[in-house]
């Protein structure tokens, strides 16, 4: 594997800058002291902060915007009738997707983590990365989310280590050169793109063969589905999960008042002690014991691991408490698949609270199309169910389905659910019957964080 010569590269321009993976590429590229520039469709904090270490940035895609660059960096969801793209080939500038680019940057680092799995990837990212920085590993980190701890969703370290989120999407993982591969878990998603299960475990299956012989596959023993995957695979295989036969196992599992975990890790029947986590729920627990397998064997040492999670808060929208005003809680989540929707109203259930409220925005049509069935069992933790207008993404709406459909759907098992449609009629309809002691989550990956906004706005009025 030969190492990428960025040097040969002065000025770089990103096209869709303002992307969570994009913005992160960008200022790594920032602190190494190149000329970055970028456009992308409206401003943003992301934006806004690359905009203060130097890029150019700017609001709208233009041909003209190409201006005495080296390099073009794209994201999948660009199209080739983009007109900064087509101006880049009139010019013979190079010009290089996301993911692959991301590649590259990973050949520069001999131990390389990427984080995989249908959910949990940006949570797993970050806790291995605390507890990283907490052991003084000092790693590069490329988070799809936003930290605190490290302000923002990258930093770049002066280290062996990089770790990285690796979306399946498009297959966009099989760019990447992992020294360490996780498997968090693996369902149907992104049909848009792939056309059944099986397709996805392909991808997935590839994503196994590019781990060294030297490096290790660290996989989730409890889900079927990457189980049936692991045969063959050449790489060192280590498994997680609750069951007897994986390698890293949490048993005596307790939850606090605020549905933390405590629990026990038994490493190939040795019991390592117990761990503390200061986020909820049971998913957390499944994400905990990855980052504890992939962290040990980098050799950081235990008291470093548990420390590192106990001091381990939550990326932004990941069951983020937004506000309580009025004793009416309001938390944000990123949950936009079916079984994340299950996990997070089932953490949200150990919460305190009176009733419960969901205020969800179903994310692309496809995938309420496509899931429409699994949606609908999603939802019986909740004691509300409001469903808020399709955010369409990538996509364009060809009337196959509406956020109505699903909306029905649920009520026909039986639950709470009304279509509410645009954010405005959630709040009025949420600040007629809410009432102390409730605790509202806004849950999907497009913009329902702002009902949340609103609401304790409105609250503290």
Avoid at 91 to 113: H, Q, S, W
Avoid at 233 to 244: A, N, R, S
Avoid at 345 to 370: D, G
Wanted: glycine share 6%; with cysteine.
């Amino acid at each position: 594997m030969s190492k990428f010569d960025l040097s040969q590269y002065k000025h770089v321009h990103f096209i869709g800058i303002g992307g969570i993976s994009m913005s992160g590429l960008a200022e790594i590229l920032l602190y190494n002291h190149y000329i970055v520039s970028g456009s992308d469709m409206k401003s943003s904090t992301l934006t806004k902060k690359l905009e203060s270490k130097g890029a150019t940035i700017y609001i709208g895609h233009n041909r003209k915007n190409i201006k005495n660059v080296d390099l073009v960096i794209y994201t999948a969801a660009v199209k080739a009738d983009n007109e900064e793209l087509i101006r880049a080939h009139e010019l013979n500038i190079p010009t290089m997707e996301r993911a692959v680019f991301l590649g590259e940057i990973m050949k520069n680092y001999d131990k390389c983590i990427a984080v995989s799995g249908t959910h949990g990837k940006t949570t797993t990212t970050s806790m291995i990365s605390i507890i990283l920085e907490h052991a003084k590993y000092d790693p590069t980190i490329l988070v799809g989310g936003e930290l605190d701890a490290i302000e923002g969703n990258v930093k770049v370290g002066n280290s062996e280590y990089f770790i990285t989120e690796a979306c399946e999407y498009v297959e966009s993982f099989l760019h990447f050169y992992p020294y360490i591969g996780i498997i968090l878990n693996i369902e149907e998603d992104h049909l848009d793109y792939f056309e059944n299960l099986d397709h996805i475990k392909q991808a997935f299956r590839k994503f196994c063969n590019l781990i060294p012989k030297n490096g290790c596959l660290i996989a989730n023993g409890d889900n079927d589905n990457v189980v049936s995957i692991l045969k063959d695979v050449e790489c060192p295989i280590v498994t997680f999960g609750t069951k007897q036969n994986c390698d890293w196992q949490a048993v005596n599992i307790n939850f606090d008042n605020m549905g933390c975990a405590s629990f026990d890790v038994i490493f190939k029947n040795k019991n390592l002690g117990k761990f503390y986590l200061a986020i909820p729920g049971m998913h957390n627990v499944i994400n905990a014991l990855s980052a504890i397998a992939c962290s040990y064997y980098l050799e950081v040492p235990l008291t470093q691991i548990k420390q590192g999670l106990m001091l381990f808060k939550s990326p932004h929208r990941r069951f983020e408490l937004k506000g309580k005003i009025k004793n009416i809680s309001v938390i944000d989540d990123y949950a936009h698949h079916p079984t994340e929707i299950k996990a997070t109203l089932e953490a949200a259930k150990k919460y305190p609270h009176k009733k419960l409220w969901c205020i969800f925005q179903p994310h692309t049509y496809t995938r309420t199309l496509t899931l429409l069935n699994e949606f609908s069992q999603a939802f019986p933790i909740a004691d509300e169910v409001i469903i808020a207008d399709i955010y369409a993404a990538r996509e364009k709406d060809l009337g196959l389905i509406h956020a109505k459909d699903l909306a029905n759907t649920i009520k026909a098992t039986g639950q709470n659910a009304k279509y509410l449609g645009d954010f405005s009629n959630i709040l009025s309809y949420l600040l007629e019957n809410l009432k102390p002691g409730d605790l509202v989550i806004t849950m999907g990956a497009g913009n329902i964080n702002q009902v949340g906004d609103l609401l304790l706005t409105e609250l503290a009025k």
